[in-house]
């Protein structure tokens, strides 16, 4: 009699423990599924580089005019790339988690045609010391039409040598340890952007909505321009912005 009670008890814990085996693995399987981003293979492929302590207006200000880019029609509009060196969350200086779309460690990646390089917690530390990162930016240089900093996105831009033959700026009380750190740099202050060659270079912070407003007058002109700050609630006119354009 006693083991007619102990089977059903020993039958139910058996098929307890196979059923959370397999919900185990339907998770395991729902986390490998990845989505990718959809490109538009006749727009620009603009790849925002995040680290851990990114901070979020450097990152977010230039994401949202870019992406709004695909609601302005006749234009080759922005596709919007989230790279790093991992696809697990990236959590920022602030604490927002955010998703990478690609791992540029492992990953092969669409062509980048314009560089994001916001700021981060250690843009002027460790992140400098990350040469699997640096080489990174250098071989997007090599075909890239536009490479763009925020803040002391800039240092590991100059860290590469891309910024040695041009002038470039950062945040406002950075400058002097951007001096100090890159001597031979052209390094200009009191400017909110600089604009040499393809190398377009912010002091950063809300300032960010600027400078990628200046980028997409260059490539969409005036109007798309405005209607693009408008609808971010942004009066916009570059020559109310302290700017710097080296011809």
């Not at 981003?37 to 006749?42: D, F, G, I, T």
């Not at 959590?91 to 062509?111: A, H, N, Q, S």
């Not at 969409?220 to 354009?245: F, Q, R």
């Amino acid at each position: 009699m006693k083991f007619i009670h102990v089977l059903p008890i020993f039958l139910l814990t058996l098929f307890s423990c196979n059923e959370h085996k397999t919900t185990t693995e339907k998770v395991a399987v729902v986390e490998e599924i990845r989505v990718m981003p959809e490109l538009n293979p006749e727009s620009y492929n603009v790849a925002f580089l995040i680290m851990d302590g990114t901070f979020n207006t450097e990152f977010t200000a230039p994401f949202d005019i870019f992406q709004h880019t695909k609601y302005r029609k006749n234009i080759k509009a922005m596709n919007t790339l989230i790279v790093a060196n991992t696809l697990e969350p990236i959590t920022t200086f602030e604490g927002v988690r955010i998703l990478p779309d690609y791992d540029y460690t492992k990953d092969e990646l669409p062509r980048i045609d314009i560089l994001v390089v916001p700021s981060a917690e250690h843009s002027m530390d460790s992140d400098l010391e990350d040469t699997v990162m640096l080489d990174f930016i250098k071989k997007v240089d090599e075909t890239a039409i536009y490479m763009t900093s925020h803040c002391d996105g800039a240092f590991p831009l100059a860290k590469t040598g891309i910024l040695d033959s041009v002038a470039s700026t950062t945040f406002p009380s950075d400058v002097e340890n951007y001096r100090k750190m890159f001597p031979d740099l052209n390094i200009k202050d009191n400017v909110l952007f600089v604009h040499d060659g393809k190398y377009i270079t912010s002091a950063g912070g809300a300032k960010s909505f600027e400078a990628a407003l200046y980028l997409c007058e260059l490539l969409y002109g005036k109007e798309i321009t405005k209607s693009l700050a408008k609808g971010l609630v942004i009066d916009w006119d570059v020559e109310k912005v302290p700017h710097l354009t080296v011809q």
